[in-house]
């Protein structure tokens, strides 16, 4: 059980970017635009069973501003603490939640909030739970303090962020950020500001005080505004529920009365019929089962999946273009993508560093097509290994100079998707004639390693569930590069007319969406071209739903809103908005 946690959990960190706390996104301000029209539904009652890995008290607690909270992490947390507002990927606008309205004013950033909503301790829903919640994540690292230096609480319902740097990133970092009650962090949110306003900062001791306090708060209850509220009597080991949450947002929209989650292991839960949604990964043979037992699976895109990252230095062959290209050409990515995943491992059609769905909402169609696909083509790779004056040897293997090329693949071995893209390349590329050994080791062993640069070439991500394709190229170019003290990869972000250190933040900076398109059209096309990493496949869910036994009304599939990344998840969309009922 302790290894799916693991993975499980680090599936979390790594496609949950941007869920509810610091993580930012795209786009400028759009108008609220209506859910869709829901057919009115009589039947109310029943529930729904999801799954997720949490741990009971005293492990388990309910602070939700420190590591370990129960149902932390997992989609489930919108339900109690929601965001002011929730995104939807692929018709690029928001949806207001807990806000009424948002939209830049000035020099400022205007949030009014929905009246007449109360937690489920009585207190009403104001400003100051907002700003409770930005002020204690400030001693945090939320990421909304790099664009705002002042919060001014007009009144109950209206609240002004002065901006002090105009980014896209911060309508996110606002309306995504989960709010938490100032019934329960008032007075440490007070000593926060009162720091701040005299000068401190956030590594100062008296900031770092109150910031362990707040780490160690462990309150014994913790209100919700959302439409379900945690009964902390149903907390065990095996499970836990979620009731109705009267006055919470949308308790009157909502039709099923309560959420069961179960703590275990979720394949069996599916078939047997006792969860109607999970979101847990699922190999190809479960998989198979899902299907063959009728039950129907989501394949949405979590924007992200296994690449290849060669170090600079320490593979200096690789500086040559030519030989990435080699490689690109020289795997079968598509093959790859259907032995780890099935239906749900897809080769990139694109290569463009950031997955296909975003590239066909950033880039124009002209621009689309100047993307090279790299398909499997081992005479073309042959090729690009020649033009470099590599020729093979009597033992197969490519050659320059009398020098053998020869790699050591690093991969977390603890990772089984992973695992499978590794050992596949591996394979294809010494059946090419590139000499391959790969090397496996625990992801938290691997990902040490490949930060502090002790790596040849290494299977780590690329692309970031996240709206914005800004956060994909960072994970590819500075997430194991120059984000590490270690130096990661080694790899330049000036390459010729290529300067990935500048086209990044120009991907976000101000609200030009004119500006913003150019860069990252820039970025992806440099990309397509230098190859910094090489994206092996993009993993889609295969989660299974069971939209027979407990709940109904599921969009069909081919819905926009299955392109939601989990950090804006469908299914709370659609608990949300009335659209699932019982049966």
């Known amino acids: 059980m302790r290894p799916q946690l693991t993975r499980r959990r680090f599936l979390r960190d790594s496609l949950l970017t941007g869920v509810g706390v610091w993580t930012a996104a795209c786009t400028t301000a759009a108008p609220a635009t209506p859910p869709k029209a829901v057919t009115p539904l009589v039947k109310r009652g029943g529930e729904l069973h999801g799954t997720w890995l949490y741990d009971p008290p005293p492990k388990g607690h309910y602070n939700y501003f420190a590591p370990g ?169 095996a499970q836990l529920t979620l009731v109705r949450n009267k006055g919470g947002l949308f308790e009157d929209k909502v039709n099923l009365d309560r ?23 699922f190999g190809v043979s479960t998989d198979k089962a899902f299907t063959d037992q009728g039950l129907r699976v989501i394949r949405a895109p979590t924007y992200t999946g296994p690449a290849l990252f060669f170090h600079w230095e320490k593979a200096p062959a690789f500086q040559d273009t030519r030989l990435r290209w080699a490689v690109a050409h020289a795997i079968d990515r598509g093959e790859s993508a259907k032995i780890a995943y099935g239906e749900s491992g897809r080769d990139s059609r694109t290569m463009a560093g950031m997955s296909d769905e975003l590239v066909s909402l950033w880039l124009s169609a002209d621009d689309q097509r100047r993307l090279k696909p790299y398909a499997y083509d081992v005479a073309r790779a042959a090729g690009f290994m020649r033009d470099a004056g590599y020729e093979k040897g009597t033992d197969g293997f490519y050659a320059k100079g009398g020098k053998r090329l020869e790699l050591e693949l690093s991969y977390p071995s603890d990772f089984g998707d992973w695992t499978a893209a590794a050992n596949h390349a591996a394979d294809a590329l010494n059946k090419f004639g590139i000499k391959v050994t790969p090397l496996g080791s625990v992801n938290t062993v691997q990902v040490a390693d490949v930060n502090a640069g002790r790596f040849q070439v290494a299977v780590r991500a690329w692309g970031a569930g996240n709206p914005n394709p800004q956060l994909s190229y960072s994970q590819d170019l500075q997430a194991h590069n120059t984000a590490q003290s270690g130096g990661g990869m080694r790899y330049p972000l000036r390459q010729g007319d290529a300067n ?33 990493v090489i994206p092996l496949w993009e993993r889609y869910t295969n989660s299974p739903v069971n939209d027979r036994k407990r709940v109904a009304g599921w969009w069909p599939s081919g819905d926009p809103i299955y392109k939601n990344g989990p950090a804006d998840s469908f299914v709370i969309i659609m608990l949300m908005d009335g659209t699932l009922h019982p049966v």
């Open 500 to 532: 990935f250190s500048a086209l990044l933040p120009a991907m976000t900076d101000g609200l030009d969406t004119a500006k913003q398109r150019d860069a990252v059209t820039k970025a992806a096309l440099a990309f397509n071209d230098l190859l910094p």
């Open 69 to 237: 909270p129960i149902l932390g992490g997992s989609i489930f947390t919108d339900l109690i603490t929601p965001s002011l507002a929730v995104y939807h990927w692929a018709e690029m606008r928001w949806d207001m939640w807990l806000a009424e309205s948002a939209s830049p004013q000035g020099d400022a950033y205007e949030v009014k909030l929905r009246p007449g909503l109360r937690w489920s301790d009585g207190a009403a829903f104001t400003t100051k739970d907002v700003a409770t919640t930005f002020w204690i994540g400030r001693t945090q690292g939320i990421g909304l303090w790099s664009y705002v230096d002042r919060i001014d609480v007009v009144d109950d319902l209206t609240i002004r962020l002065h901006v002090a740097r105009s980014s896209s990133l911060l309508e996110r970092t606002v309306l995504r950020t989960a709010i938490r009650p100032d019934a329960v962090y008032g007075p440490l949110a007070k000593r926060a500001a009162d720091l701040y306003r005299g000068g401190s900062t956030t590594a100062s001791n008296e900031m770092r005080a109150v910031a362990r306090d707040v780490a160690d708060l462990r309150p014994t209850a913790f209100p919700s505004i959302g439409p379900y509220r945690l009964d902390e009597t149903s907390v065990t080991e």
């Open 259 to 281: 959420i069961v989650i179960y703590q275990g292991d979720p394949a069996p839960l599916a078939l047997g019929g006792d969860v109607d949604y999970t979101t847990a990964g």
